[in-house]
């Protein structure tokens, strides 16, 4: 091929490359599609290839010619994105970092370390409230956005981010209104106020058993070091009871790491999987590609495993006979009722890895950093003390009416929300207005509650830990909408009420029967240091001295 040729093809491959996107990748989602792209794409170079070596017989020569069409097309359709993304897109009035309008990679590269919520709120205080943090993506931060895009008006959906979890179908991603509605009306059914009674007998006996290892360590720790209590990572024993709580509401099954006082190698798993899902969650085509194409190479993989591990429980829990006191038996009731069918397997086992996800992460988070604060804060953890030393903690009405301990976990959740920048929406096609911001249809809306909940348009000294402000200062609460730990409307989490008891009962339980206090000049700074957004929050390890109380 001479010169004048080839630069006729290459400029031709090039039209070609923009023409593809300003046609075809423009359009809808491609997120799910990189399999088939690079599959597709491969193809036709090979063909071509073979194509270009049948007419000129010399296989470099092919090489080069195929070499120049496919960079070619390559440059055209990524300089017809970048372009367009940049200088014409219906989102380039919105300001944010330069590459950010660009690609999500850059959010990928910034996140390596796990900080996205304090990136987010960085970006917050360089960029204001209205961030374009991707492409097609908004970061809002003010006290309206959760109920505006979770209120029971709303009209908005799951964004892409979602499908991140596909093949496997759990409610918490289901990203059709229908499915994740009836999926619902089958988990409501196993969060009766009859089911909360038998699953807080549970919460009970793990919690006593969390507290009795405890006060086995202090007499080990007092035999050694002469009355001075026990050092424990409090950050690990809480986990530890979190997933032993949901072992048995999934399963009807104790991972025992209580017990055995060590981590469960499958719940290791899963916590080094969310650790991947966590890396590449602003990018899911990245993670679909990965998974698609080498599933046990890529990150995920652990993900994967654990997913494995919990069909595996999930097939012996099918066998057990009889009703069982856990939220497993309402999953399993609706899958043998629709006659087992192999699509409903696949809601049945994601649902069940959902229960220990999300009921365990929520849980050990508040509970972990409650912990940090009755050791940093000495009045508010003897005032607390005061309220519940004579009651009887084993009375759940008595316990919600405990109004400094209700307190003290809001401000918990208010500074230190579970999922602290997840949730991500997608507007109605239509669009919509916020603030009198008009915004487009079809865009992914990030409302990161870490930054809402501190606002200081919302709460004076909003990064200050003040319970007061919930009940005897009511007014550093200037503006509680924001405050939505749980999220809200109908994507709100169902299992909130259950995780109120057991947040309410492990403090309770442990403050009265221990001294909590800090180990000498550790001051928790491991917690923070090593503090990681994953989609939930993954604290760093605390160490905490414990004593009997006299």
């Known amino acids: 091929m001479d010169c004048e040729a080839s630069s006729h093809v290459s400029l031709g491959a090039a039209l070609l490359g923009v023409l593809s996107h300003l046609t075809i990748f423009i359009r809808g989602e491609w997120h799910m599609q990189g399999r088939a792209i690079i599959t597709t794409y491969s193809f036709l170079t090979i063909a071509l290839l073979c194509a270009e070596y049948c007419r000129v017989n010399d296989f470099s020569s092919a090489i080069r010619a195929v070499w120049h069409v496919t960079g070619s097309y390559a440059a055209g359709l990524f300089s017809s994105i970048i372009i367009y993304r940049k200088y014409f897109h219906r989102l380039r009035h919105f300001p944010g970092p330069p590459l950010a309008a660009i690609t999500k990679l850059w959010h990928v590269w910034k996140v390596l370390d796990g900080k996205n919520h304090l990136l987010l709120d960085e970006l917050f205080k360089n960029y204001g409230s209205v961030i374009r943090t991707g492409p097609e993506e908004l970061t809002i931060i003010n006290a309206a956005i959760p109920h505006i895009i979770d209120g029971q008006k709303g009209q908005f959906t799951k964004a892409t981010f979602y499908d991140i979890f596909l093949p496997n179908l759990t409610i918490t991603a289901a990203r059709n209104v229908d499915d994740h509605d009836a999926r619902r009306r089958i988990w409501e059914r196993g969060f009766s106020p009859k089911s909360l009674t038998v699953y807080e007998e549970r919460i009970i006996h793990y919690a006593e058993l969390l507290s009795t290892q405890i006060e086995n360590l202090v007499y080990e720790g007092d035999s050694i ?11 690990d024993w809480i986990s530890w009871f979190s997933f032993d709580v949901m072992g048995e509401f999934a399963f009807s099954r104790s991972f025992r790491m209580l017990q055995d006082r060590k981590w469960h190698s499958k719940i290791r798993l899963l ?7 966590g890396a590449v969650s602003p990018v899911p085509w990245l993670a679909q590609l990965g998974m698609s194409i080498r599933p046990r190479m890529f990150l995920a993989k652990d993900w994967l495993s654990l997913l494995q591990w919990c069909r595996e429980c999930m097939d012996e829990r099918l066998q057990m006979k009889g009703e069982r006191s856990d939220v497993s038996h309402w999953l399993v009731d609706a899958y043998i009722k629709n006659g087992s069918q192999q699509a409903d397997r696949a809601w049945l086992d994601g649902d069940a ?4 996800v999300a009921g365990s992460g929520t849980v050990s988070v508040v509970l972990t950093f409650a912990f940090y604060h009755l050791a940093r804060d000495p009045p508010q953890r003897d005032r607390l003390f005061k309220e519940i030393k004579d009651i009887d903690i084993y009375d759940r009405s008595q316990l919600q009416n405990c109004t400094n301990l209700n307190a003290f976990i809001n401000e918990t959740l208010r500074l230190y929300p579970p999922v602290p ?30 930054s809402i909940h501190r606002l200081e348009s919302s709460y ?48 309770a339980l442990l403050l009265k029967k221990f001294k909590i206090e800090f180990q000498g000049s550790d001051k928790g700074e491991a917690l923070f240091a090593d503090l990681k957004d994953q989609f939930t929050f993954a604290p760093g390890d605390l160490l905490l001295r414990f004593r009997l109380r006299e």
Not at 225 to 235: E, S
Request: glycine share 12%.
């Open 421 to 450: 920048t997840g949730g991500n929406r997608t507007t109605p096609p239509t669009g919509v207005t916020i603030n009198n911001e008009y915004i487009p249809g079809g865009v992914t809306i990030v409302a990161p509650k870490y």
């Open 460 to 507: 004076a000294s909003a990064d200050h830990f003040i319970p007061e402000r919930w009940t005897t200062r009511q007014d550093m609460v200037k503006d509680n909408r924001g405050f939505a730990p749980f999220s809200l409307g109908k994507f709100g989490c169902i299992g909130k009420s259950l995780a109120m008891i057991e947040m309410r009962f492990v403090i």
């Open 271 to 277: 916590v080094d999987g969310l650790g991947a899902v």
């Open 225 to 235: 070091n002469n009355c001075k209590g026990a050092i424990i990572n409090i950050t």
């Open 353 to 356: 890895a959902t229960v220990i």
